[in-house]
């Protein structure tokens, strides 16, 4: 029950609804130091970009630019007197970062105007919506600190030293290097492609609307065939956004390596809906996401896709059988208990049984399981919903404290284990721990220092029911707040299968990523082994794993890595963040060997990274994850993301250029 910080208020909100296309604004600053960036400057300029909340002034952005000095409120403007007196006829500056409660940021607009204020600038990592009479912009926190510090302002008044100038937003070209298709007219940003590094491609933007606001949360998936599914979302009622790479369909990679993507809309819209929300932005979800593939049908000879969004209320389910150029009419009440949260998706190698994971975000804090038979239409072959935490594990991880549930994960292994279904989730190690204030984490009493896992065994797909045993993968030690002191409750723990049955585990305390395996099914694990250790990122702040596996033994874990010390929620603004990857090729052996790549050319964020979810008060600009997979085809790791070093956050895309060597696909691997 982490994840619905995008349904709610956090110091301003991420809430993102009906929005008209728009192009890219910029600033100018009038005299003294000039920002870095030329990109979308008006001729000979530099600038500063920045993105107009398409519901503010009356839902019309600027049409005459706006030349005032802007007036710093050091506060974060939330209070009706926080804007000085000069404020008026100028433009107001606030940084969220400054906000101290729950804010709207239409508030913050309405405080601004009743000061005065012409035009409000927001100092966030990602775009807002802020309904208000004057027109609102976003910039990101780099650019704010420029503001704030390099072309100042008056301390007793909060006039800056200089001019600014808002400029008339210019077109924004479909423009896309990498060959993506079927993009809109107007775009969220202008596409990118950077150099690469030495194993990972080129990493490019994959387009978006630009009446989207963001595309955070990656979830992706690969295909039997190789065809690569991306999905991000937008927040509700914004819905989500989906990209597929088929190599017949959509040509094969560039000579750089990269993927000429198709972007394929919104799958919560649907066949009967799509127009509808190609008008009006709106989607039944948009929270939370996934998305798993099946086998290939045999009538067609193509893999079932299945996609899940969130309401809060409840799940919206679809599926496609055409490799997303179409997508099924959602069923907009796909989970069988109302008032849910965090769905995770995982399908069987058939075409049509899909696996739903979910939080009753009501009471219980309870983890429910539901199977659907027909693709991920409906969820409804398991009956009722089956609960994963048992009686005994619920008096450790059920209230107050509660648990945070990672990816459901099937067996497709071609061993005796096949069909085994593997839930992980983080709690408090005993029911003791689930009370104890002293090991209070920021967000809730109790203590996150303890990583479980429930299995389901000899799963028979004639049967509507299953059931779980809980295992205990590790635990930072009774009263144990774990070496960093910040806990395991740091978003999220992730697991996947090999091809041989084997189970592995990844976690973070907020400074090393943790690692375990299983050889017995989930039943027994190896000790923890820190992942970062040794290597450069060992020290520093590491969040967000996820893990990936094929073959026998071949394992491959990414995260976000920082180049500071520290709480990824408190480290300096000026920490600097990338996506690391750490592989093996011997993952279950008794030391394995894992090699460190840095899989993005450029960071993708700067700044402070929230693991605190719904209750998080630090920058959620990047939301709360994102994923890896593994081409089973070829072996390749592939990598979705989110990124806001432009400004707004929206999702890239990176692949490894060459296989590793190595990689054992017998079952006699040594």
């Known amino acids: ?70 007036v710093f409120d050091s506060n974060g403007g939330a209070s009706p007197t926080d804007f000085p007196s000069g404020t008026s006829g100028q433009i107001c500056l606030a940084d969220t970062r400054d906000l101290t409660g729950t804010t709207l940021f239409a508030q913050i607009a309405a405080n601004c105007q009743l000061a005065g204020g012409v035009a409000l600038l927001l100092i966030r990592d990602s775009a807002v919506t802020a309904p208000s009479a004057i027109p ?49 007219n107007s775009q969220a940003v202008p596409a990118y492609v950077g150099p690469g590094t030495a194993n990972y491609t080129p990493n490019e933007s994959l387009c978006l609307p630009a009446g989207a606001g963001q595309a955070v949360e990656p979830s992706m998936t690969v295909d039997s065939q190789g065809t690569i599914y991306v999905e991000s979302i937008r927040g509700v009622p914004g819905g989500l956004d989906l990209w597929r790479w088929n190599r017949t369909a959509d040509g094969g990679p560039n000579a750089n390596g990269t993927l000429r993507f198709k972007y394929e809309g919104q799958p919560d819209c649907g066949m009967f809906v799509t127009t509808f929300c190609k008008q009006s932005g709106l989607a039944p979800g948009g929270g939370d996401g996934d998305v798993a593939v099946n086998a290939a049908n045999p009538l067609n000879n193509v893999p079932n896709l299945a996609v899940v969004s969130l309401a809060a209320a409840e799940v919206t389910g679809s599926h496609s059988t055409n490799r997303a150029d179409t997508l099924s009419t959602p069923d907009v009440a796909a989970a069988g208990v109302p008032f849910d949260d965090r769905m995770w998706l995982d399908a069987l190698d058939d075409p049509n049984h899909v696996y739903m994971e979910y939080h009753d975000f009501g009471t219980t804090s309870q983890i429910f399981v539901q199977r659907s038979n027909d693709g991920g239409q409906t969820y409804t072959d398991v009956v009722p919903e089956t609960a994963v935490v048992d009686a005994t594990t619920a008096a450790s991880v059920g209230p107050p404290t509660g648990n945070i549930a990672g990816q459901i994960k099937v067996d497709r292994s071609s061993t005796g284990s096949h069909g ?138 990414a995260w976000y890595g920082a ?49 605190g979810g719904l209750l998080g008060s630090s920058d959620r600009s990047l939301a709360d994850f994102f994923q890896i997979a593994i081409d089973p085809t070829n072996h390749l790791i592939n990598i979705a993301y989110a990124d806001n070093h432009a400004g707004t956050s929206v999702t890239y895309f990176t692949r490894q250029k060459k296989a590793t060597g190595g990689i054992c696909r017998r079952v006699d691997c040594r």
């Open 136 to 184: 609102v912009f976003a910039i990101s926190t780099v650019d704010g600190n420029f503001l704030r510090v390099t072309v100042g302002f008056n301390t007793s008044t909060g006039v800056s030293m200089f001019q600014i100038r808002i400029n008339v937003a210019a077109a924004v070209a479909p423009v896309n290097p990498t060959g993506q298709h079927n993009c809109p």
């Open 563 to 611: 180049d500071q010390a520290g709480n990824s929620n408190k480290v300096p603004l000026t920490t600097k963040w990338n996506v690391y990857v750490a592989e093996t090729v011997n993952g279950h052996a008794s030391a394995p060997l894992f090699t460190l790549s840095q899989a993005t050319d450029h960071p993708n964020h700067t700044g402070q990274i929230s693991t």
């Open 1 to 70: 029950m982490k994840n619905l910080g995008m349904l709610f208020l956090l110091g301003g909100t991420l809430l993102l609804g009906a929005a008209p296309l728009a192009a890219q604004n910029s600033v100018n600053v009038l005299g003294g130091t000039q920002p870095a960036n030329t990109t979308g400057c008006p001729v000979n300029t530099h600038c500063i970009p920045a993105t107009w909340s398409t519901t503010s002034n009356a839902g019309a952005d600027i049409t005459v630019a706006i030349t005032k000095n802007f």
């Open 420 to 557: 085994n279904l593997y839930q992980i989730f983080v709690g408090p190690d005993s029911p003791a721990d689930n009370t104890r204030t002293q090991c209070a984490v920021a967000t809730a009493p109790g203590c996150f220092n303890a990583v479980y896992v429930g299995v389901a065994s000899g799963v028979s797909l004639t049967s509507h029911t299953l059931s779980f045993t809980v295992y205990k993968i590790f635990s930072c030690g009774a009263g144990s707040n774990c070496p960093s002191e910040l806990g395991l409750g740091n978003l999220f723990p992730a697991l996947a299968v090999d091809n041989f049955g084997n189970v592995y585990a990844v976690w973070s305390d907020n400074t090393d990523i943790y690692y375990s395996y299983s050889t017995t099914h989930g039943t027994s694990w190896s000790p923890a082994i820190k992942v970062t250790q040794n290597t450069s990122q060992a020290g520093m702040s590491n969040v967000f794993p996820w893990v990936a596996a094929d073959a026998n033994g071949h394992v491959a874990i």
